[in-house]
């Protein structure tokens, strides 16, 4: 069973700066996508930045030039690293990763349970 730990989330100040972590566990092959999604109350959950397996990048266009996604494949761990923090990032934060276990070919689609991001005025 493949599952997914966010953390890192917190409390900061507009202009600040926080990393989250997405760690991976289980039988696990590879990893050959890894997002971080977001949803602000009364708001539809939103692609904030993804990475596929070969390293290209993709990056919503209010988050560009501020947050940077990354990986580090041995420790099956992806990041978020979100700088310039503003109040409209504000939401909770998902993990999601199409994830390829030991034990089947076919990749899979899995979410971590969420980190709360506050970024206060």
């Known amino acids: 069973q493949v599952q997914l730990v966010e953390s890192g989330g917190g409390l900061v100040q507009a202009g600040g700066s926080l990393r989250l972590s997405c760690a991976a566990s289980g039988s696990i092959f590879s990893i050959n996508y890894m997002a971080w999604f977001r949803q602000a109350p009364g708001k539809q959950r939103e692609l904030v930045a993804a990475m596929i397996i070969g390293g290209s990048t993709k990056y919503a266009d209010s988050v560009k030039g501020r947050f940077t996604i990354s990986r580090d494949n041995a420790k099956k761990t992806g990041y978020l690293q979100m700088n310039s923090l503003k109040p409209e990032d504000t939401g909770v934060y998902y993990c999601?990763?199409?994830?390829?276990?030991?034990?089947?070919?076919?990749?899979?689609?899995?979410w971590g349970q969420g980190t709360q991001v506050t970024v206060s005025s």
């Open positions: 999601n990763a199409v994830v390829v276990a030991t034990h089947t070919i076919i990749p899979k689609d899995y």
